[in-house]
C-alpha cells in the first residue's frame, strides 16, 4: 500500500491510540541512520530489498502466522503441500521453529510478549529467515538493545526496516499497524497469489485492554485488504 493510501489510516491510528506521530518518526529516522551506517549505499539495498521481497512472496502461497494460543493447534492442522511461504508476526516464529519450521520472513517490533523473542527471531535469520524490524514511538529502546546483535545480517541484507509514518529512502512503509496485520499487508504489497490465516485471536479474552483495541484495529485493516481482495485472503476455518 503506497504511503498516501495509508496515511488516513495511521493518522486515524494516532487519534485512536493517541499515539505521537514525532516520536514515531523520530525512532524511524534513528534507525535510518543506523542501517546507513551499518549498510553504505541505500539505493543498492532498497533495490536489494524490494528484489528479494518479490522473489520470496510474489505469486506464492502464503501462509500468515498470528502469535494467537492457537496458532501451534492450527497449523499441525494445516494441510501443507510443501511450497508454502510462511510469514510470522514476532513471536509467533517461536511456535513454527519448535514445530521445525523456519519461517521465510519474520515481520517484529522486537518487543514481543516472552522475553526471549527477539534474540530467537535473531537466531532464526541464521536460518535463512528474512527479519522486517519495524521503528515506532515505543520501541526506541528495543531497537537500540538488539540492533547490534543485526549488524552482521544487515550487511548480508537479510534485514528490512520499516515503520508506520513515512517511509525514508531506506526504511519501508507497506502499511498495517500491529505485527499481524502488518505481514497481511506485506503480502498483499508484492501481490501473493493467496494468503491464509493462522493463530490469529482478535476476540482474546485474556489480553490487556490495549491490547485488546489494537486486535480491533487490526482486525478492520485486515478486512479493508480482504474487501480489495475478495477470496484471496482467508482464515484457516475458511478454507
Not at 494516532?14 to 505521537?20: D, R
Not at 494460543?69 to 503441500?81: C, D, I, Q, V
Not at 550487511?155 to 505485527?179: H, S
Not at 493467496?194 to 482474546?204: A, E, H, P, R, T
Amino acid at each position: 500500500m503506497d504511503f498516501i493510501d495509508w496515511e488516513p489510516h495511521y493518522t486515524k491510528i494516532l487519534n485512536t491510540f493517541g499515539f505521537s506521530q514525532e516520536k514515531d518518526e523520530q525512532t524511524a529516522l534513528w534507525l535510518s541512520n543506523e542501517f546507513n551506517k551499518i549498510s553504505g549505499s541505500e539505493k543498492r539495498e532498497r533495490n536489494e530489498t524490494l528484489s528479494s521481497l518479490k522473489y520470496k512472496i510474489s505469486r506464492q502461497k502464503i501462509v500468515v502466522c498470528g502469535n494467537a494460543p492457537s496458532l501451534e493447534k492450527e497449523y499441525s492442522l494445516l494441510s501443507k503441500s510443501g511450497d508454502e511461504i510462511y510469514i510470522a508476526a514476532d513471536g509467533a516464529a517461536s511456535v513454527l521453529l519448535q514445530n521445525g519450521r523456519v519461517p521465510e520472513i519474520i515481520v517484529t517490533d522486537l518487543d514481543g510478549k516472552h522475553s526471549g523473542d527477539a534474540m530467537t527471531e535473531i537466531e532464526a535469520a541464521d536460518k535463512g529467515a528474512m527479519l522486517l524490524i519495524h521503528a515506532h514511538g515505543d520501541n526506541f529502546d528495543k531497537l537500540e538493545k538488539y540492533l547490534p546483535a543485526l549488524s552482521d545480517k544487515i550487511k548480508k541484507n537479510a534485514v528490512v526496516p520499516t515503520c508506520q509514518c513515512r517511509p525514508l529512502e531506506n526504511l519501508f512503509n507497506f502499511g498495517g499497524f500491529t505485527d499481524g496485520d502488518r505481514c497481511v499487508f506485506l503480502a498483499d504489497a508484492f501481490d501473493a497469489a493467496s494468503v491464509i490465516l493462522i493463530g490469529f485471536d482478535f476476540n482474546d479474552f485474556d489480553a490487556t485492554p490495549l491490547k485488546k483495541k489494537k486486535l480491533k484495529c487490526a482486525e478492520k485493516l485486515i478486512q479493508i485488504l480482504r474487501r480489495k481482495n475478495p477470496g484471496k485472503i482467508k482464515f484457516t476455518e475458511e478454507i
